[in-house]
Every structure is written in structure tokens, then in C-alpha cells.
């Protein structure tokens, strides 16, 4: 079955750039989005289709995706980018939509 | 954007039944597919359940195919899910989450509720 992976913890000083990976065997046929989860909060789309932020998404906050790993790039971390993250596709071939089992970013 | 809020929630007993209802507001409910994603104590995101914009295509996970079913009732901007034949697992909270496209599905999850907490347990 399709599985994600993603590392669990990811440490960061303020200030410096946080990434976080996501790798499936097909993800480069599949589109991938992400979401953030704060503590005691529902979690929160902050990029879908690879690199397209809603409104609302900081410029701060970008995705990429290059052969089997997307890559979710968070710079000038700040405090208030504790959170756990989740990738997320839809692999439309057996229609199953799977998610990371997610990283939490710990803000040093 | 829009809101969602989940209600129906609670405590039930191995075997028990359930029906989780969400009240949509502040988008064109019927033209976007919804869904219902949950997350046990502690654990990742699983996408539950989803239904088209008008109804007539509707899917489930391998976990809970045959006990529940999701439905809408877009002259009300409501979606439901009637949870039946509960177990221990199925303990989580349940969001009602919305798609990024209209009518298209997206399989984007761009609008979420608080979620409400289902507890199986005897």
C-alpha cells in the first residue's frame, strides 16, 4: 500500500530554515500538500499542489518537490512555527488518500 | 472561506452507533465535495470518509467500509456520517474538513472544523 514517510522530529533555531521531507515511492506522479497542527488545533492547509501557498500561508513557507521527496521549507522560524506537520496525496490510481505520519518542529 | 462545526460526538459502547453531523457556512456548500478525516489520542491524520458535491459518489477507508456512511443534504449545507458497529479504534476526533475546488474533487482539505471526539469504549 502507498505509505509516506517523514522524519518525526525536526529542531530549529529562530531564525534559521526548517525543512521537512516527505517521501513515497510515487509521489512524484501525485500532488502534495501540507498542513500544520498546533497544539489542541485542527490542522491547517499550508501548501497544496507542491508549492502553492492559500492565502493566508506566509511567503516564509514553501514546498518543493524533486524525484520521490517533497519538501516542506519553513525560513526565519520563528516561535510560533511549533507545530506538527503532515504531508498529504491523493494517489488517484487507487484512490486513496494517505497522509505522513507527520514531524514535529521544535523551536530551540 | 467558510466554517465548519462538527457536532454529534461522545461516549458509546463497543457496538454502538453514532451520527456525527456538520453545519457548513461562509462558502457555496453544494458545489464543493466534503469529507471526514479523523485522529485518534496522540496519533496522525486518516482520511475517513468523502462525498461529492451533489451526492452520488461517496467513499470510505478500508477501516470502516461497511460500518459507515456519509451523506449530505446540501438544502440544509450539512454533511453526516452515521457511524454503526463501533469499536475501540474508532476512538478519535472527527473533522469535517471541505475541498479546495468547486465541484472538481481536489482531494485538498483547505477548510476544517474544531472536530468532535467519539470515545468507544464499555
Known amino acids: 500500500s502507498y505509505a509516506l514517510t517523514q522524519p518525526p522530529s525536526v529542531s530549529v533555531a529562530p531564525g534559521e530554515t526548517a525543512r521537512i521531507t516527505c517521501g513515497g515511492f510515487?509521489?512524484?506522479?501525485?500532488?502534495v500538500q501540507w498542513y500544520q497542527q498546533k497544539p489542541g488545533q485542527a490542522p491547517v492547509l499550508v501548501i497544496h499542489?507542491?508549492?502553492d501557498r492559500p492565502s493566508g500561508t506566509p511567503e516564509r513557507i514553501s514546498g518543493s518537490k524533486s524525484g520521490n521527496t517533497a519538501t516542506l521549507s519553513i525560513s526565519r522560524v520563528e516561535a510560533g512555527d511549533e507545530a506538527d506537520y503532515y504531508c498529504?496525496?491523493?494517489?488517484?490510481?487507487?484512490?486513496?488518500?494517505?497522509f505522513g505520519p507527520g514531524t514535529r518542529v521544535t523551536v530551540l | 472561506e467558510g466554517q465548519l462545526v462538527e457536532s454529534g460526538g461522545g461516549l458509546v459502547q463497543p457496538g454502538g452507533s453514532l451520527r456525527l453531523s456538520c453545519a457548513a457556512s461562509?462558502?457555496?456548500?453544494?458545489?464543493?465535495?466534503m469529507y471526514w478525516i479523523r485522529q485518534g489520542p496522540g496519533k496522525g491524520l486518516e482520511w475517513v470518509s468523502g462525498?461529492?458535491?451533489?451526492?452520488?459518489?461517496?467513499g470510505y477507508a478500508d477501516s470502516v467500509k461497511g460500518r459507515f456512511t456519509i451523506s449530505r443534504d446540501n438544502a440544509k449545507d450539512s454533511v453526516y456520517l452515521q457511524m454503526n458497529s463501533l469499536r475501540p479504534e474508532d476512538t478519535a476526533s472527527y473533522y469535517c474538513?471541505?475541498?479546495?475546488?468547486?465541484?472538481?474533487?481536489?482531494?485538498?482539505?483547505?477548510?476544517w472544523g474544531r472536530g468532535t471526539v467519539v470515545t468507544v469504549s464499555s
Open positions: 474538513v471541505k475541498d479546495l475546488l468547486t465541484i472538481t474533487v481536489a482531494n485538498v482539505f483547505d477548510v
Open positions: 498529504q496525496v491523493w494517489d488517484s490510481s487507487s484512490d486513496r488518500r494517505v
Open positions: 462525498i461529492t458535491w451533489n451526492g452520488v459518489v461517496m
Open positions: 510515487n509521489i512524484g506522479s501525485d500532488l
Open positions: 499542489s507542491d508549492k
Open positions: 461562509g462558502f457555496t456548500f453544494r458545489r464543493h465535495a
